[in-house]
């Protein structure tokens, strides 16, 4: 019995060590979001997501995470995000183009999120995407860039 | 009945067993290829980054996925050509990290674009190439081989399938730049542009969509500026450094292209809960066959140092 025990303990040791790296690579925030926010795509084609998470910082003025995508003309791209449910933040999407504000998902002024935006896109080029947590609160969120069929 | 307890002797000796059948494992897993002949998977290579791994995070998205490049191609009835593709059995070439990373960029191209061309079912041995190089470089759990093999029975899971594809490719790249490995990440991404370049001004083009394709590739300008300033972060190692002297010859190509831009007031509205741009900015590019060409040239000169 002691045996049976034993060799179980380092059979199961041994799996760990063995697939516990991978699994802890895997389980970074963001990868099941990004499956869930599959879902949302609708009509469009997936071409990037951005996982991004935020940790709280009292005092501390929000951080903005920025990605960059370059944009084509003549597509209709739609931009969406999922946040994390188990933290309090949810995440405020912009389109920038150089200092320019494109699109936002966040209405400041009605307090109002809106799920897409969606952007038929008549200027190729440089776009950046912002990502920041409303109130600054914690959170971790998936953003989704697709191209509409 | 006696309970079994772990005394701190037989834990250290449960340890040390653990450790015996880890390495018989990994002495038992099929060696495929040789051992990687450079450190490139190990650390940045670069001592004077310019470039912090944040910085590069937001600037590597701005490399397009072939899925845009290769819809343009299908929905201008481009046909699909099978030849373009680089062919499987050069995997047993690969046998550094620098050309692992930049063959797994261009298996993951042709996997996109046989995809697109529901050539689903024909993709299994470039499926094993991209789960052979993601392994070799330590990242291939971020590709759902099984899933993938799965689903591409069938040319109804297409979607699925690309969806997967990216997304694996995506969880590489965050992977890659969270562990400082971005040189690694830099690598899959431009073997990623230049095969969906290379296909994209090789396959036969007819009018009328010639100018939207063209077009399409003389925008690719503002993508090569990017990929250079990623690229200079590594040019202390002689691989980098000739590749990227590859690249500066190719924008001296693109150089000839010239893209204007007009801008206008956007405005936005909200339909069916959607905030909706209307974009009345615009750019026009000026490409000529010409020009086209003398890019076409350069990229398969960079595309076939790559492959071969």
């Known amino acids: 019995m002691i045996m049976t025990n034993r060799l179980f303990y380092v059979i199961a040791m041994a799996a760990w060590m063995f697939f516990g790296y991978s699994f802890e690579a895997k389980a970074q925030c963001g990868d099941e979001l990004t499956d869930v926010c599959h879902a949302k795509l609708g009509d469009s084609r997936f071409i990037r997501s951005f996982p991004v998470q935020h940790t709280e910082r009292r005092g501390a003025s929000p951080r903005v995470y920025k990605f960059e995508v370059i944009l084509n003309r003549g597509t209709t791209y739609r931009i969406f995000s999922c946040n994390d449910k188990t933290k309090p933040g949810e995440v405020i999407v912009s389109l920038y183009q150089g200092d320019q504000l494109i699109a936002t998902t966040y209405d400041v002024e009605t307090e109002r999120f809106f799920p897409y935006i969606e952007y038929p896109v008549g200027m190729s080029g440089r776009y950046e995407l912002h990502f920041m947590f409303k109130d600054n609160m914690e959170g971790c969120a998936v953003g989704m860039l697709s191209i509409v069929n | ?308």
């Open chain 2, 1 to 308: 009945m006696k309970t079994p307890v772990m005394t701190k002797k037989t834990v250290t000796v449960s340890l040390m067993l653990s450790g015996f059948i880890l390495l018989f494992f990994m002495a038992c897993a099929p060696d495929r290829r040789e051992e990687a002949t450079d450190l490139l998977s190990d650390r940045d290579i670069s001592e004077d980054i310019q470039l912090t791994d944040e910085t590069i995070g937001e600037i590597i998205t701005s490399v397009p996925n072939p899925v845009e490049m290769t819809v343009l191609l299908q929905r201008s009835n481009v046909v699909y050509t099978q030849d373009l593709l680089n062919p499987t059995a050069n995997i047993n070439n690969y046998n550094t990290n620098f050309k692992r990373s930049l063959n797994l960029g261009v298996y993951g191209t042709d996997l996109v674009y046989m995809n697109i061309y529901d050539r689903t079912v024909a993709t299994l041995s470039y499926l094993r190439n991209v789960k052979n190089l993601a392994e070799d470089l330590r990242i291939g759990q971020f590709f759902d081989y099984e899933t993938l093999n799965r689903l591409s029975e069938s040319s109804r899971n297409v979607d699925s399938v690309l969806y997967i594809t990216n997304r694996g490719f995506d969880g590489m790249s965050n992977y890659l730049i969270n562990q400082g490995r971005s040189s690694i990440a830099v690598l899959i991404a431009t073997g990623t542009w230049i095969e969906s370049l290379y296909i994209a001004t090789n396959v036969q083009i007819h009018p009328p969509n010639k100018e939207l394709i063209h077009q399409r590739i003389g925008e690719q300008k503002v993508v090569l500026d990017n990929l250079l300033l990623l690229m200079s972060n590594f040019r202390n190692d002689e691989q980098f450094e000739e590749l990227f002297n590859d690249l500066l010859d190719l924008k001296k190509e693109f150089d000839k292209v010239s893209i204007q831009y007009i801008y206008e007031e956007r405005t936005t509205k909200v339909v069916d809960d959607k905030v909706v741009v209307v974009d009345n900015s615009r750019s026009e590019v000026n490409i000529d066959d010409e020009i086209v060409e003398g890019i076409a040239q350069q990229v398969e000169y960079i595309r076939n140092k790559i492959v071969e």
